[in-house]
Nanobody, 116 residues
């Protein structure tokens, strides 16, 4: 089992930056992909970015060039650096981890609000 805890959300003005953190615990050695989705009330959860165990990354078109996903293996933490934030980035951001043969693990979510 994998436990994920997000932090770093908050209120920021358009054009600003935030860094989200996702700390993993439990069977972390079995995680092969970690990433982020986001969700706005009334809409489906959407993919934002992921990073594989090998370090390969993938991003949604809407965040390419503005968001960067990276990890600190020593602390079992994945980060999402979000720059040049826009009001449409406002959402609850969820961290996830994939383990072969197991349902996807999700964090509890952290609110990001981009507003002046």
């Amino acid at each position: 089992q994998v436990q994920l805890v997000e932090s770093g959300g908050g209120l920021v003005q358009p054009g600003g930056s935030l860094r989200l953190s996702c700390a993993a615990s439990g069977s972390i050695f079995s995680i092969y992909v970690m990433g982020w989705h986001r969700q706005v009330p009334g809409k489906q959860r959407e993919f934002v970015a992921h990073i594989t165990r090998g370090g390969n990354t993938n991003y949604a078109d809407s965040v390419k060039g503005r968001f960067t996903i990276f990890r600190d293996n020593a602390n079992n933490t994945v980060y999402l650096q979000m720059n040049t934030l826009k009001p449409e980035d406002t959402a609850v951001y969820f961290c996830y981890g994939d383990v072969a043969g197991r349902p996807r693990s999700w964090g509890q979510g952290t609110q990001v609000t981009v507003s002046s």
